[in-house]
Nanobody, 125 residues
Framework: QVQLVESGGGLVQAGESLRLTCTAS???????VGWFRQTPGQERGGVAG????????SYADSVKGRFTISRDNAKNTTYLQMRSLKPDDTAIYYC??????WGLGSLRKGDYGNWGQGTQVTVSS
């Protein structure tokens, strides 16, 4: 069982940057990791995904060119670098690992089985 803890959220102004960190315990390195976000009344949606070995990444259209996902398996950590933040990026951000090992990092919530508790990101205009 992989346990995940997100950190790095906060309040920033539009145009600024934040880096979120997802620290894992357990057999982390064999699982693809995804970052998701959720606002009140909305479904949790995929933001970025990274394959178990870091060789493939996926992004939602709304964040392409602004967000970068990366991982360091030696440190059991995944990062989400967020640049040029917009008020629409305001949400609770969650990291998760795919249910099945050796995956490519999809953006489908149903592919993920282990979730962190989330970290709040607020972008003011």
């Amino acid at each position: 069982q992989v346990q995940l803890v997100e950190s790095g959220g906060g309040l920033v102004q539009a145009g600024e940057s934040l880096r979120l960190t997802c620290t894992a315990s357990g057999r982390f390195s064999r699982y693809a990791v995804g970052w998701f976000r959720q606002t009140p009344g909305q479904e949790r949606g995929g933001v970025a995904g990274i394959a178990w070995n870091g060789r493939r990444t996926s992004y939602a259209d709304s964040v392409k060119g602004r967000f970068t996902i990366s991982r360091d398996n030696a440190k059991n950590t995944t990062y989400l670098q967020m640049r040029s933040l917009k008020p629409d990026d305001t949400a609770i951000y969650y990291c998760a690992t795919e249910r099945i090992p050796w995956g490519l990092g999809s953006l489908r919530k149903g592919d993920y089985g282990n979730w962190g508790q989330g970290t709040q990101v607020t972008v003011s205009s």
